[in-house]
Nanobody, 114 residues
Framework: QVQLVESGGGLVQPGGSLRLSCAAS????????MHWYRQAPGKQRDLVAS???????NYADSVKGRFTISRDNAKNTVYLQMNSLKPEDTALYYC????????WGQGTQVTVSS
């Protein structure tokens, strides 16, 4: 049974930081590209960041320079370090793997507010 379990969300003030984690089980983690998506209320789910099996990363323009995706294959975990958070970063954040099969986590809420 495949599970992706996110953690690390919460309430943070603008300018603050959070580190999200996603622990994977049931897949050969090191062979999967991993992704972070987010969905704000009433909006579509958008790709935030991706990391390949080789460790190459890419980011949505809205988070470049503020967010960093990383992975630890020994721990089957992908991370999203989020700095300089803005109110518009408020969303439910999901981790996912899309190929060869698609799996999603349950999401972790990030709220940026003063």
């Amino acid at each position: 049974q495949v599970q992706l379990v996110e953690s690390g969300g919460g309430l943070v003030q603008p300018g603050g930081s959070l580190r999200l984690s996603c622990a994977a089980s049931g897949i050969i983690f090191s062979l999967n590209d991993m992704h972070w998506y987010r969905q704000a209320p009433g909006k579509q789910r958008d790709l935030v960041a991706s990391i390949t099996t080789r460790g190459d990363s890419n980011y949505a323009d809205s988070v470049k320079g503020r967010f960093t995706i990383s992975r630890d294959n020994a721990k089957n975990t992908v991370y999203l370090q989020m700095n300089s958070l803005k109110p518009e970063d408020t969303a439910l954040y999901y981790c996912a793997t899309l190929f060869p099969f698609t799996y999603w986590g349950q999401g972790t809420q990030v709220t940026v507010s003063s």
